[in-house]
């Protein structure tokens, strides 16, 4: 194969995919698509195989694999025409949560299967016992809402207009959710003609060849990366919390000159309630860590999945058995899952692996009478050798924007009195590590439901190499002048008036604290990062500096 017609199809379809995102963006009615971009775009070659991706949602694009192959095994002696769209939203096939939908248009080229065009989004409601659709409270994954298995939502390019009336009835924001998966219909045929294009510039056994060159290519860059790489093995657990309870996940990997296995033995049984994580999500949050760690600049591809071996034993917290309900487990444990690898490959080489980031998506469902708002809200990122940590961002196996306070005001009852970044946050290192985020809100009207899921209230960020965890989250209900701290799982009713205060965790520090420069510490209390009551207990040089000052 020619090398550079290769690399050619390669990026044309990279790019393809990324156009995919803007047309689905675009297009899109909710906040959550529209301004956070909550959506992700993928190709695939005839048997279900990552060609190229664009840089959207690892949660989404690292388990849209699994959800394509299990969605043409469902699809079997179905044959397939042109402008057929199929659509599921089930976890145990698609791969993460009810809330994502994904979507699939397979192209023909001369009566053959030759390629998929994929999309993921995260709708705001799929109905289920609270709005926003995710809940601490539910057992049984019909109670996070509506399933709908593989079905064709379109034929011939022709919306299923009774099948999408079926949909909408179950969900508490029709219009949104209507607009939306118009969007995603958009951004499929738009991908589905790029990718009939190039085929017809370069012939389908041209493109077909390039695919398969990538992905050889891919797997050999990653492979030799190995090979430079100290082999042996590593292990580390970490913690999800609920309630007063804790649950563990396990890992060990071990690395050798030509793979990596990652193995979750001894990571606790499935629960009741819905922190599990289908084995789409575990498969994304490790490939994410991998890939980070020993090939981050290589393009995505199925040569990556071919290095990684995953084992993951069936009826555990990362990969249960239907119907365990698993609404927490796209969003929560998938961050715990990086975590838990980060920190085992921290023990063979730390020179290349952060402290931990703030471990959690922090999510926050609002809906009251006809309407209903979804959003995560970004933290502190662990401290790396040689940098500190980003402050107030998402991290890891989510990549979502900001929803910006003017559209959320424009189109909710909600006011919000305070967007900063959480003073004192990150952990003291060498390096520190990023700053949380504290996010306040003013309720417009009665009778709204909120639920908080998210992590790291208990169990701090750890720091690596001496360096201090990050400060855990905390958030509060201020109601009449009383301040009442909200669990990190809860769902409450809400007043006109009410406010709700969300702390996010800091990421950890990276070194001993000791080690800081001055510079640094000077300028983090010029930009009010830190306090100088904090600086001066963690950073014992400034206070020697200032008696040294004192003394002159």
Request: hydrophobic share 40%.
């Amino acid at each position: 194969m020619d090398m550079v017609t290769a690399r050619v199809v390669e990026y044309s379809c990279m790019y393809i995919t990324e156009e995919m995102g803007m047309i689905l963006r675009n297009s899109a009615y909710s906040p959550n698509i529209r301004d956070r971009m909550d959506h992700s775009c993928a190709v695939f070659d005839a048997k279900g195989r990552l060609i190229a991706q664009a840089e959207h949602i690892p949660v989404h694009l690292g388990s849209m694999g699994i959800g394509v192959k299990n969605m043409l095994q469902n699809l079997a002696g179905i044959e397939f025409e042109d402008g057929d769209v199929f659509l599921t939203n089930d976890p145990y096939i698609a791969g993460t949560h009810l809330n994502d939908l994904l979507m699939i248009t397979p192209i023909l080229f001369k009566n053959e299967l030759v390629a998929i065009v994929a999309n993921k989004a995260h709708h705001m409601d799929v109905g289920g016992i609270v709005p926003g659709s995710i809940s601490s409270k539910a057992s049984t994954l019909n109670e996070e809402g509506i399933v709908i298995p593989p079905v064709r939502i379109a034929k011939s390019n022709v919306l299923n207009d009774d099948l999408l009336r079926l949909i909408l009835s179950n969900v508490r924001t029709p219009e949104y959710m209507k607009g939306d998966i118009k969007a995603q219909l958009a951004s499929l045929r738009l991908g589905k003609e790029r990718i009939t294009d190039l085929i017809k510039k370069y012939g389908s056994d041209t493109v077909l060849n390039a695919w398969e060159y990538c992905i050889q290519r891919t797997r050999k860059s990653l492979q030799k990366k190995l090979e430079e790489t100290e082999t042996g093995v590593c292990s580390a657990e970490d913690f999800l919390e609920h309630e007063e309870n804790r649950f563990r996940i396990s890992v060990t990997v071990k690395i050798n000159k030509e793979s990596i296995n990652v193995d979750f033995k001894g990571t606790d049984k499935q629960l009741s309630i819905p922190l599990n994580a289908v084995y789409g999500v575990t498969v994304a949050s490790t490939i994410y860590a991998i890939k980070s760690v020993f090939a981050p600049s290589e393009p995505m591809n199925e040569g990556i999945y071919d290095v990684v071996n995953i084992e993951a034993p069936e009826g555990c917290l990362v990969n249960p058995i239907k119907p365990a309900p698993v609404a927490g487990g796209n969003v929560e444990t998938s961050q715990r899952i990086v975590d838990a690898i980060f920190k085992a490959l921290s023990n063979l080489i730390p020179d290349k692996i952060p402290a931990a980031a703030q471990g959690t998506m922090n999510n926050i469902m609002i809906g009251g009478r006809g309407w209903a708002f979804y959003e995560t809200i970004g933290g502190g990122m662990g401290a790396r050798p040689g940098l500190d940590g980003v402050d107030g961002i998402h991290v890891h196996m989510t990549n979502t924007m900001n929803t910006p306070i003017e559209v959320i005001e424009a189109e909710y009852p909600i006011l919000f009195e305070e967007y900063s970044l959480r003073t004192n946050s990150g952990g003291a290192g060498k390096w520190r590590g990023g700053l949380g985020i504290r996010r306040k809100f003013r309720l417009l009207e009665d009778d709204v439901i909120l639920t908080i899921f998210s992590e790291r209230a208990q169990t701090k960020p750890w720091g690596l190499n001496r360096g201090e965890p990050g400060l855990p989250g905390e958030h509060y209900l201020i109601r009449n002048d009383r301040r009442i701290k909200l669990s990190s799982k809860t769902t409450v009713k809400l007043q006109k008036d009410d406010v709700i205060e969300i702390n996010t965790p800091g990421g950890g520090g990276y070194g001993d604290p000791r080690e800081r420069p001055l510079k640094l510490i000077i300028e983090d209390l010029k930009n009010e990062k830190i306090t100088l009551e904090y600086a001066l207990s963690k950073y014992p040089q400034l206070k020697h500096r200032i008696n040294n000052l004192d003394n002159l």
